[in-house]
């Protein structure tokens, strides 16, 4: 992404809020849009050209596909045809792109885009959404420049006459960045870098098995030419020895350090070590680093068991992630709403995730920025590139620092992928049961080894409150002489850290610096956007209604009750519902009755009657006390008798199952390291005469992601923004993405276009500091 220092602005005057505002419900009549994906393919693909055709198709324009790219533009004939809304039908789960993407020579001649405007403007199409890299994106903006001069040549070819160029005067341009390499600056993540991460994982995980085993080292060759966005973070997800990438070349002489590191390794008894290097990593003076010269010198020097594993393609395959899917279905809604909004005076612009919120930036700031990282490293002024990359200091956090302190660490709550979030260290099992119980002790370096890529909680947790056991745990802290809590969990954690806080006075072994990382599936802690394990489940539930959606294909049609988890919080069923395309979802927070359910029923008996095979309900478990997964199975079947059968599933706890996600393990790392240098601050600060005294409500923080950063929050001051009662916060954000749920699942809804995240003003674009920073 782009620095802070770059200026880069945000496409959003006042004057366009208002309209906004006044009009949230823009007309697409007599309007064409084509959407076309061009350049390397990239898993969301799909999603993106869904999102954009039903969005189109919602809001009354005409929607055209171009097939094969630009190729197919310059072509014209078959290649450009009209869209509908069944021709999207069943493809958020495909990766790649089904309309085909391709090299286009040709259009980087006049002559090519003379014929591809020829091709436009018989079908009256000014509207375009281009899905690519910025090569693609470039070349649309070039394209857009010329459109005049374009249309005056066919006027005196005589292939065009005045009133067509009237009427296709303005050409407007709206960018989605398709990349697996998360190359593109303004954007936190592109379309198909979290599918590339799972890919990567998947075989990270099934290799460390066999590298443990025979006691091998690894060398795993990654994509990124120029980025090395691929290869820091799954070296951050799987706990990589090393990891080598274009912006930050090693000193001279890593070739000493690196074999020092594997052999101290080998002395502790590790028996795997693994190396990730990207595909364009290079050294201090431009040479490149490559998987077999790594090997050549693991064995020369040391003589290890050494294999080099090159993943190639296989980073572009396979079904897109839940994120990805999210990511893309929000782009390819924002995108099209850009070419409503847009006038003549509007520039090009490109739509990107800040934070977790959609945002347009002017498209050629951010092809010359992502230029300029590049002329950067070829100048060998490599903190520069680094720099307009954004911080990518993550990695360096985690290695290891002595300290005076003695910080505990504990989960507590339902297990969801916490251990990649674990001075002198202690462990505590069981969380606050085990606090009181004494089952503490002292944890090392080596004894989290491997820990990022395991589900659950190694530590053990449980549910139990602190409360009636305070005076044991403050005795418990007193005996350790612990300094500082760390407190890893979903809303039980919460509860707890309020619980010690508020006993601070009467119990001063708990004046101690405290803080909690939010972690549960259910996604319902206040002062958080996101939690650890939430991006594990939803894949889990993504996963589950792929292939549930598979075994209708071929059948005759079909409906699928699906339950989710998340006590009274909705997330789940929302965000799940919106990445595996289903048709209606039920939640706490919505209220709905009878004649809503009877209204879904006929809604989805009338698609059903079309080209459509199956449909997709989700329930949240907690949604409705007398409406019941039953009872929904029950009605669907009856009223969709004749027209379709129905089928039920409860996910259960598969949902809090399996290794955690990239994204999780990632969030979880970066938001532990913050963590632990806020424990460090506050432990100097409140360390005098001796002793660590704090217990000011600043002392006692929810660490959690507030739409573009994480922010430290006293938990006192987050009771007003809690229901107690439900367990979940009074405000959730993921709530406006209900009605782009709606609208894709064929519903007329109003659509409130202020979800995209346009009210709110910035100046600057922060910068790609991880895969973490990036919210779904």
Known sequence: SCSRDSGLSLISPPELLLLRLLCPNLSGDGKSIAVLTSGGDAQGMNAAVRAAVRMG?????????IHEGYQGMVDGGNNIIEATWESVSSMLQVGGTVIGSARCKEFRTHEGRLRAALNLVQREITNICVIGGDGSLTGANLFREEWSGLLQELKQQGQIDDEAVRNNSILHIVGMVGSIDNDFCGTDMTIGTDS??????????????????????????????????????????????????????????????????????????????????AEGAIDRHNKAITADNIKELVVSRLGFDTRVTILGHVQRGGTPSAFDRILASRMGVEAVLALLEASADTPACVVSLVGNQAVRLPLMECVQMTQEVQKAMDEKKFEEA???????GVFSVTSQRKCNFNVAVLNVGAPAGMNAAGHRMFAVS???????????????????????????????????????HLDKIAEQMKLHKINALMVIGGFEAYMGLLELAKARDAHEALCVPMIMVPAT?????????????????????????DRIKQSASGTKRRVFIIETMGGYCGYLATVGGLAAGADSVYIYEEPFDIRDLQANVEHLTEKMKTSIQRGIVLRNENCNENFSTDFMYQLYSEEGRGVFDCRKNILGHMQQGGAPSPFDRNFSTKIAAKAMQWITRSLKESFKGGR??????????????????????????LQEETDFVHRIPKEQWWLKLRPLMKILAKYKTSYDVSDSGQLEHVSRVRPKESHTSAAI
């Open 386 to 392: 680094v720099r307009l990359r954004g911080r990518y």
């Open 430 to 468: 069981d969380g606050f049961e085990g606090l009181y119980k004494g089952k503490i002790k002292e944890i090392t370096w080596g004894d989290v080894g491997g820990w990022t890529g395991q589900g659950g909680s190694l530590l053990g947790t449980k549910r139990t409150l602190p409360g009636k």
């Open 196 to 277: 590339a991460l799972h890919r990567i994982i998947e075989v990270v995980d099934a290799i460390m098995t066999t590298a443990q085993s025979h006691q091998r080292t690894f060398v795993l060759e990654v994509m990124g030419r120029h980025c090395g966005y691929l290869a820091l973070v799954s070296a951050l997800a799987c706990g990589a020895d090393w990891v080598f990438i274009p912006e930050m070349p090693p000193e001279d002489g890593w070739e000493d350090s690196m074999c020092q590191k594997l052999s101290e390794n080998r002395a502790d008894k590790k028996r795997l070590n693994i190396m990730i290097v």
């Open 521 to 545: 599936v259910s996604n319902n802690i206040p002062g958080s956007d996101l939690s650890i394990g939430s991006d594990t489940a939803l894949n889990a539930i993504t996963h589950t209604c």
């Open 692 to 717: 660590v005294f704090a217990n000011s409500e600043d002392t006692a923080c929810l660490l959690g992601m507030r739409r573009r950063a994480l922010v430290f929050q006293p938990v006192s001051h």
């Open 57 to 65: 198709l919602y809001v009354g324009a005409k929607v055209y596909f």
